[in-house]
């Protein structure tokens, strides 16, 4: 029964509609495995075993009539803790959501329910999405399941979406959902070995998705293969009524890109992202992904995007800014957690977010609300929007001589918990390579590439134009064919 | 534009955050740590450079001006801290 669980989505969802195994069969072989292996990976912060095995049957009857059978028709998959899900708790992770149950469902899950996934629970990431190594949780941080060689360190699955990466590359799910704001789906996928896509700004939905950053924030897949991800994101993107920065447009069929030949394409490879003090390991792995695609037909660009170093300043206000309008809300009076002041109502306010909100997410609410205080928008916010026109300049003058760039996922591989939190520049620096595409609202995938010296997974990024997400599952898939990426982590837990 | 403890107190006001006393020094400094990294911003020519709003052109969506939602009161109440005969119990606003 145990192998049910090392399938890809894409085999999984096809041995169902072949009646192989049935959706309570996979599911039962997950919730077995989540009970065994959630206690020392901590991927998930909620686990759904009644609800799962609820659809699981639904999906079945379905199945076995053969009559409006949904793409992933019985497929297991786990929930970022982002997303919104009616009846079950939703916290962002935040202690400040307390026990809050969402009384709707957010668009991008009820897309996956309509097509007959299954919800295993929900899954671990940073506080409100503000980090890269899930160290700001309320429930304490996921468990990397790659460990160096000869090392017993704990790792970062990465963050935001820590939970989500754990549960991919350990098997606790078929696929998961996750969210992007500055690299929180991309980021992760390269420290565990999995493929995670960040769509274009407005393709997914963001109605019921816990709010930080609405300009930036993404809903993406976190999945085993290029198909999968392909597969899961035609899903989880629609035009939607609810969100007004939603795109008014047909979603493509993205499982049908994968193969295409990439002869004839250009790629870019912009020389703005080797940076200084670049591991080698990072810089060979790139010098690789280059001779892969050479090899498979595509030619090779160098481009310029002068202002990559201004990104991740530009972000630090952007961001910030829009949190702390954004969670404004969480006032302790409609829901979540009050904390009373003994005093006014100003004093229960502030006591109920000093208490609600961790440090992290405290930090970039004071960060959002000086830049954005009277006399200082002008020199911040306005200004780091005008560098985001700059940075959006720099992709499309690189695009009108390329079809999408090639660069590294991020400047290292995972590393242990504690080494970066002294000092929250350095943690921030963790993006500088997939921020990018959020602040000029490009897709990007990030694929697993090859494993460095200490035996930990690296990941490549192909970052598209507006709107061609199929560049992206392209390159990715090409990629991932010549890499033939099939490591494992060995099984500590 | 580096912040001071005032700067920082008048900032966690506006953010409706409490600050302990004692925390207002090394707030201050973490503040800074950020702020001056952020300064590198000013080098970049931005003169007549419109502020992004969106990255992809597009028209708001319209849509007819009637109701679309509503008669929910009991869903919107359900996870309050405290309600009383279907309203939100809050502390007092007016004195």
Not at chain 1, 466 to 480: P, S, T
């Amino acid at each position: 029964m145990t192998d049910l669980i090392n399938l890809t989505l894409s085999d999984a969802v096809d041995g169902l509609k072949a009646k192989q195994f049935s959706s309570k069969e996979i599911t039962q072989a997950f919730l077995t495995e989540i009970d065994r292996s959630n206690p020392h990976l901590n991927a998930y912060v909620v686990v759904t075993a009644d609800k799962a095995l609820a659809m699981a049957e639904a999906a079945d009857k379905k199945l076995a009539t053969g009559k409006s059978v949904g793409k992933l028709e019985g497929a297991p998959l786990g929930i970022k803790d982002l997303f919104c899900t009616e009846g079950v708790r939703t916290t962002a992770c935040s202690n400040i959501l307390g026990e809050f149950t969402p009384p709707y469902e957010s668009t991008v899950t009820q897309n996956l329910w309509n097509e007959g996934a299954v919800m295993l629970g929900k899954l671990n990431m940073d506080e409100f999405a503000m980090g890269s190594s899930n160290e700001t949780s309320r429930f304490g941080p996921p468990s990397n399941p790659w460990r160096r060689k000869g090392s017993n360190a704990a790792l970062t699955a990465g963050g935001s979406s820590g939970g989500s990466a754990t549960a991919v590359a350990s098997d606790l799910c078929l696929a998961a959902t996750a969210s992007d704001t500055g690299g929180s789906i991309r980021q992760p996928a390269a420290f565990v070995g999995v493929t995670g896509i960040k769509p274009t700004y407005g393709r997914a939905s963001r109605y019921g998705m816990v709010a930080f950053a609405s300009s930036l924030d993404q809903a993406g897949p976190l999945a085993k293969t290029v198909k999968d991800a392909a597969l899961m994101l035609e899903v989880m993107c629609s035009a939607d009524d609810r969100d007004s920065t939603s795109l008014h447009l047909p979603v493509p069929q993205w499982t049908k890109s994968i193969g295409k030949s990439v002869k004839g394409m250009k790629i870019g490879v912009p020389k703005e992202y080797r940076v200084a003090g670049m591991p080698d390991e990072i810089e060979k792995l790139w010098s690789q992904g280059i001779a892969w695609l050479k090899a498979a037909g595509a030619t090779i660009v160098d481009v310029s995007l002068p202002h990559t170093k201004y990104a991740l300043p530009a972000y630090y206000i952007v961001a910030p800014a829009e949190a702390s309008s954004n969670l404004a809300r969480y006032d302790g009076m409609r829901y979540g957690a009050r904390v009373s002041g003994g005093g006014s109502l100003t004093d229960t306010y502030e006591q109920t977010r000093a208490t609600g909100f961790g440090a992290e997410v405290q930090r970039r609410l004071l960060i959002g609300t000086y830049v954005l205080s009277a006399g200082y928008y002008d020199a911040y916010y306005l200004r780091a929007q005008k560098v985001r026109t700059r940075i959006l300049q720099d992709f499309e003058a690189a695009f009108e001589k390329v079809d999408a760039l090639l660069t590294p996922t991020t400047p290292s591989a995972a590393f242990a918990y504690g080494e970066k939190s002294g000092d929250p520049v350095e943690m921030y620096l963790n993006d500088i390579f997939t921020v990018t595409a959020n602040l000029a609202g490009l897709p990007a995938i990030s694929v697993p590439a090859a494993v460095d010296s200490q035996g930990l997974p690296l990941g490549l990024q192909v970052i598209g134009k507006a709107l061609d997400e199929e560049a992206c599952f392209k390159v990715g898939a090409a990629i991932e064919d010549a890499a033939g990426f099939n490591a494992r982590p060995e099984r500590w837990w | 534009m580096s912040v001071d403890k005032n700067t920082v107190r008048k900032v966690a006001r506006l953010a409706r955050i409490a600050v302990a006393e004692d925390r207002l020094d090394s707030m201050a400094g973490e503040l800074n740590g950020i702020l001056s990294w952020i300064e590198q911003l000013n080098e970049v020519d931005v003169e007549g450079v419109e502020a992004m709003t969106t990255p992809v052109a597009m028209s708001l969506p319209m849509r007819k001006d009637v109701v679309t939602d509503g008669g929910i009161r009991d869903k919107v109440l359900a996870n309050a801290p405290k309600t009383e005969d279907g309203f939100f119990v809050v502390p007092k606003v007016v004195e």
